[in-house]
């Protein structure tokens, strides 16, 4: 059983920076996606086990970074200049099939979610 253990959401007032870990047993490609209430999952950044790419929605170009440590079987999201919008569940996800990197279904397994609230 593949277990994906987050932390680090929490509220922060806009213009300000969050880190979302989530440790994962073994190695995947990694994705990071986000659910507002009352909307889709929707993609936010992905890295790539086989080339090492990594992968941003438009949205959170510049100012999020996904990025993993190996030793610690940990892959991060930091979020920076944070704006109201970015409120949201987010999710972790890691797959080892084949697959699209902004798609949710190309995703074998999840984090629970942690909560990002951006104040105004």
């Known amino acids: 059983q593949v277990q994906l253990v987050e932390s680090g959401g929490g509220l922060v007032q806009a213009g300000g920076s969050l880190r979302l870990s989530c440790t994962v047993s073994?190695?995947?490609?990694m994705g990071w996606f986000r659910q507002a209430p009352g909307k889709e999952r929707e993609f936010v950044a992905s890295f790539s086990l086989s080339s090492g790419n990594t992968y941003y929605t438009d949205s959170v170009k510049g100012r999020f970074t996904i990025s993993r440590d190996n030793a610690k079987n940990t892959v991060y999201l930091q979020m920076n200049s944070l704006k109201p919008e970015d409120t949201a569940v987010y999710y972790c996800a890691a797959r080892r099939k084949i697959g699209t990197y902004y798609d949710p279904r190309s995703y074998e397994y999840w984090g629970q979610g942690t909560q990002v609230t951006v104040s105004s």
């Open positions: 073994g190695r995947y490609t």
